[in-house]
């Protein structure tokens, strides 16, 4: 049945430029709203810029303006990068509105009138010469764990543990340097535990419907373990933000109003009169319970809490509807590592859209994303060469080698029909596509999208089988060769249709050309014939590795200096992490393929008693398994002979996505490492594989005479 659906995408902080991390996200959503457009269901599509926070602030009297003047410069930046994405937001909006305001007060008035609210004294760190409360971010020092230096107020980046900022050793102001010191200050707080039964139901229900990743609700239960705290929802003066209601001097935390933004930006869309299937009444059918419509986010996994925690508990709380569905991605790396700024791949959208076509990402994207958290790797010669292979010269080419004859020689128009041969051959193409609209409703992409290459080998095969440039040198084969451009046509006219969600401005070229626009996925299931189509313009061209490699040149170069953002349109630094940074969507990225590389360095050399220092032995898996919580860690427990059993927590979980068939073989292990606590367990040594990373890991193995606890020399 028909569904109507409000969608959204995660916000972008108005503190930065947008980068190729936040594009994955508004590609994915992007392709599923234009897909289920297709399907036949009415969907509304509204973003916003996340423009409330310290970060804000700060940056703007850096730069010497006013926050709201920042706000404004980045809001054009980032709207016109999404636009030229081909992101088709019916609204794109901002935190910083009176929409929003009146909504995060109506909110907020009905958690306080159900009894939601509750108010208590925190110690939090001041720094003294800005006169500021700072954010866990804003702090750094050394982590009270593993006493690695220069580590966040919140967390460890080398140990992974979590603590409060005051017991940080020696903690410093990012903001000034200053040394801070305890304040006491009176915030405000949701009290989440009112709403632990309810969440844990909607978390099992939103599971079972398909709403939530199964790795989504095993990691939130970590919340529940010893019970749901109070959510503090308040900040101190100065802050950049709407301040609470009969509460001076005290501000909404950005978390509070930003997902509120997702109504705000609908209800400005509602009541604009742009759509004429939305009028200004709707905004209730969509956000109050039981109208039947359906509420669908996008996240990145860094901001699962706020989507699957807070803000239900927020809607649920305030008498609103809770969302239908919360999709949630993983994050971006580039050649098989984190985004480098020094090596130029932690690339900007406006960056990546001056040197290369926006549809080539788009559909690379599309050919990697699936329905999981996991990461999605930019490798820059895959890109190149799937781009190249795929899109021109699988699809396009179609085109591309069958239309001049049909202009030659028929004037530009099909035949009025096909033999029973051809018919069939496309309506069992057909009939095999149909499966991509299940596919783009599961976000499964990369399925959707190998199943449309699989129909353009089919197509390319039919047409290198007849020959259509053979048959026009013989006259008396026109009919034939009027058959065979026909149905080379009319499949690439099918995959055209199938692949519009994914690169829909070549799409829409490609439909200039057919002289046809259908709008449904149905359309599909009867060629087109006897039609007049145009001449043939090119639709796609080649990707030179030179573009690539400019690309990468260009973003070393925009690091060099930043231009504010009241006079450019590239505003100021990239986001840091830190409050409000949300959907960053990055595991950031490494050097990029540009052509051939020179050979790299060799490893510097080391001596035998180097080498003896490691203690490598030979260990047999007794148990292996998934780690919950962690999207890259697998548990092993091992037979080390001698040195009894050892558990090893290894980051191969995407490569070895079935870990009990690991069971039984042996690995090699150093067994002399110091252990390494981490919040899943201790670890107790590393196991040994090659590879790149990511899914191009492989276990070293030992032949099957060699021991459990055998020295490896």
Not at 376 to 387: G, M, N, Q, T
Request: glycine share 8%; net charge negative.
């Amino acid at each position: 049945m028909p569904r109507e659906i409000l969608v959204t995408s995660a916000l972008p902080y108005a503190n930065g430029r947008i980068h190729l991390g936040h594009i994955v996200e508004y590609v994915q959503s992007d392709i599923w709203v234009r897909a289920m457009r297709m399907a036949g269901h009415t969907v509304h599509y509204v973003c916003a810029d996340d423009a409330h926070g310290t970060s804000i602030m700060l940056r703007a009297e850096k730069e010497g303006i006013t926050p709201e003047a920042l706000i404004e410069g980045v809001w054009k930046e980032h709207t016109a990068d999404l636009r030229d994405f081909g992101v088709g937001f019916d609204h794109y909006s901002s935190t910083h509105t009176e929409a929003n305001r009146e909504l995060t007060y109506a909110i907020w008035r009905a958690l306080e009138a159900n009894g939601h609210v509750e108010s208590k004294p925190v110690k939090q760190l001041f720094d003294p010469e800005k006169q500021l409360f700072l954010p866990d971010r804003f702090i750094k020092g050394e982590c009270p764990v593993c006493h690695s230096k220069d580590q966040y107020g919140d967390a460890c980046e080398v140990c992974g543990s979590t603590y409060n900022p005051i017991d940080l050793i020696d903690p410093y102001s990012v903001v000034s340097g200053a040394k801070p010191v305890e304040k006491e200050s009176l915030h405000f707080f949701v009290k989440l535990a009112d709403f632990e039964a309810l969440l844990k139901g909607w978390l099992e229900d939103r599971r079972a419907a398909g709403g939530l990743q199964s790795e989504v609700v095993n990691k939130l239960k970590e919340w529940f373990a010893d019970g749901l705290r109070s959510w503090d929802v308040s900040r101190d003066a100065p802050y950049f933000g709407f301040e609470i209601p009969d509460q001076p001097g005290k501000y909404f935390y950005v978390w509070v109003d930003a997902p509120v933004g997702y109504f705000a930006a609908f209800k400005e869309l509602c009541e604009s009169g742009r759509k004429p299937d939305l009028k200004p009444a709707d905004f209730e059918r969509f956000t109050q319970p039981g109208h039947g419509t359906d509420m669908v986010h996008f996240i990145g996994k860094d901001i699962i809490y706020f989507h699957t925690l807070f803000w239900p508990a927020m809607l649920h709380g305030a008498g609103l509807r809770m969302p239908t569905a919360v999709n949630v991605h993983g994050f971006l790396t580039v050649d098989g590592a984190k985004m480098s700024k020094s090596r130029g791949t932690f690339v900007n959208a406006r960056t990546y859209l001056e040197h290369l076509d926006a549809d080539w990402l788009r559909y690379y994207l599309a050919s990697m994303l699936g329905p999981t958290l996991a990461d999605i790797d930019l490798d820059l010669k895959a890109f190149e060469e799937r781009v190249n292979s795929h899109l021109v010269g699988k699809w396009v080419n179609i085109a591309s080698r069958c239309a001049g004859f049909l202009h030659k020689l028929f004037d530009g128009r099909l035949a009025d029909a096909l033999p029973d041969a051809e018919r069939t051959r496309y309506d069992n193409a057909a009939k095999k596509l149909e499966a991509c609209s299940a596919l783009y409703e599961a976000r499964d992409y990369a399925a959707a999208m190998r199943l449309i290459i699989e129909v353009a080998d089919e197509a390319n095969a039919y047409v290198a089988e007849h020959a259509p440039w053979v048959l026009a040198k013989d006259e008396s084969k026109r009919a034939e060769l009027h058959v065979v451009l026909t149905l080379a046509l009319n499949y690439f006219r099918l995959l055209t249709i199938w692949l519009a969600p994914a690169v829909p401005a070549t799409a829409v070229c490609a439909f200039e050309f057919l002289g046809d626009a259908p709008t449904c996925f149905d359309a599909a299931r009867t060629p087109l014939l006897g039609h007049t189509i145009r001449p043939f313009k090119a639709l796609a061209t080649r990707i030179d590795p030179k573009q690539i490699a400019a690309m990468i040149e260009a973003s070393k170069e925009s690091l060099q200096a930043a231009v504010p953002a009241s006079s450019a349109p590239h505003p100021g630094p990239l986001p840091q992490a830190g409050e409000g940074a949300k959907p960053a969507s990055v595991a950031a990225q490494s050097p990029a393929s540009s052509g051939p590389r020179s050979p790299a360095p060799g490893p510097a050399t080391i001596s035998i008693d180097d080498f003896a220092r490691l203690d490598l032995r030979v260990a047999k898996v007794l148990a292996c398994e998934a780690v919950d919580g962690s999207d890259k860690l697998l548990r092993f427990e091992l037979d080390a002979g001698e040195l009894g059993k050892r558990q090893i927590f290894s980051g191969i979980k995407a490569a070895y996505p079935e870990p009990s068939k690991l069971v039984g073989r042996n690995v090699v292990f150093i067994a002399n490492l110091a252990p390494r606590k981490m919040r899943f367990g201790i670890s107790e040594g590393m196991i040994l594989s090659a590879g790149s990373g990511g899914g191009d890991l492989f276990l070293l193995d030992a032949d099957h005479g060699a021991v459990p606890g055998a020295t490896v020399k």
